[in-house]
């Protein structure tokens, strides 16, 4: 299958080839251009000021209560990293595609993965996204091209694993437990880190095709951040609220194995990416969770009489199997270990 990137650059499109149409419909379109999600000063959720970190865990719980996704600021990876970071990546999918097939894995545990769309055994639709998938923790890999890549990802990989670490602090105790609860428990020193970049090339009509499809992500947070393009949209009480960029800001969404582990209490969010007809997109994702083989179930501290366990317990690595298994498609995958 040829890359988006390829199809786009291969002869001039002006409309969009009937297997990435996307029928959308009528609830697709309905928007709350006046919401925005909320913002959490990592600064202050670090503060040695006692006051200072309990307001930003009170913050933090009532975003992840609410809206399951938020921006950081003040989180301490320099612009210039940040900046290294989105043209190495530009510079990756500008390669030709000879030398990006080099990484176009086969298997979902392949360190690194180039390709295309979702999972293009299982997607009806193609979607007008190219991607690369890098396993980057507990064994960083990262390809040997561009020059420098490899230096780049694996500061920006370590310090946004820092950020998760005391976001997922942070969180523990916004639920009332100890700060390093989901440390110990989900053993996140050796956890798993998937970097993920995704690629949307300009788009014909982009209103006919879809960069990524209404879905949830499988880990426990991801780190978010992209180019000043428009194209992230979260659903939140039922219409779809556009995440416009900020400079040097991550968005923070909780994933799946937040929503098991604190059984339902936070919730992972669904999400979607549009296209547009201007310049490529490129979102730049870190999903950080347990080590594939860790099971996770709800947190026994947050069950009780009134709150029995709604979600079967799984290994990590075997939900990331199933999801892939699947098409992308809201919380079908959650849905399915629901109890
Ligand atoms: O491109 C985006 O903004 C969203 C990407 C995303 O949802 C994902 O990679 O899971
Ligand atoms: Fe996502």
Known sequence: MPSVKSLVESKSL???????????????????EAQTIPTIDFAHLVSP?????????????????????????????????????????????DLTEEEKTEYAGRQLFDPIRYGTSFNLNVDKTLFWRDYLKIHVHPQFHA???????GEILEEFCKKS???????????????????????????????????VIN?????????????????????????????????LQIQHKGKWVPVHPLPNCFIINL????????????????????VNNKAARISIGTANGPPLDTVVGPAPELLSDAHSPAY???????YLRFQQSLQLDGKSCLNHIRL
């Open 312 to 318: 079967r317990a799984l290994a990590y690595g075997e």
């Open 14 to 32: 002006c409309t969009v080839p009937s297997e990435y149409v996307c029928h959308k419909t009528r609830d697709d379109s309905i928007f709350s």
């Open 49 to 93: 000021i006692p006051d200072q970190r309990s307001q930003a865990i009170q913050q933090l719980a009532r975003a992840c209560r609410d809206w399951g996704f938020f921006v950081l600021i003040n989180h301490g990876v320099s612009e210039t990293l940040w900046d290294k970071l989105m043209s190495a990546s530009h510079h990756f999918f």
């Open 199 to 231: 690629f949307y090339p300009p788009c014909p009509k982009p209103e006919s095709a879809i960069g990524l499809p209404p879905h949830t992500d499988h880990g426990l947070l991801t780190l978010l951040l992209q180019n000043q393009l428009d194209g």
């Open 255 to 274: 994933g799946d194995h937040m929503e098991i582990l604190t059984n339902g209490k936070y919730k992972s969010v669904v999400h979607r990416a549009e």
């Open 161 to 195: 694993r820092q950020v998760c670490g005391e976001l997922l602090k942070g969180i523990s105790k916004s639920l009332g437990l100890e700060e390093t609860y989901i440390h110990e428990r989900l053993q996140i020193e050796s956890g798993s880190q998937l970097l």
């Open 143 to 149: 390809p040997t091209k561009p020059p420098g890549f």
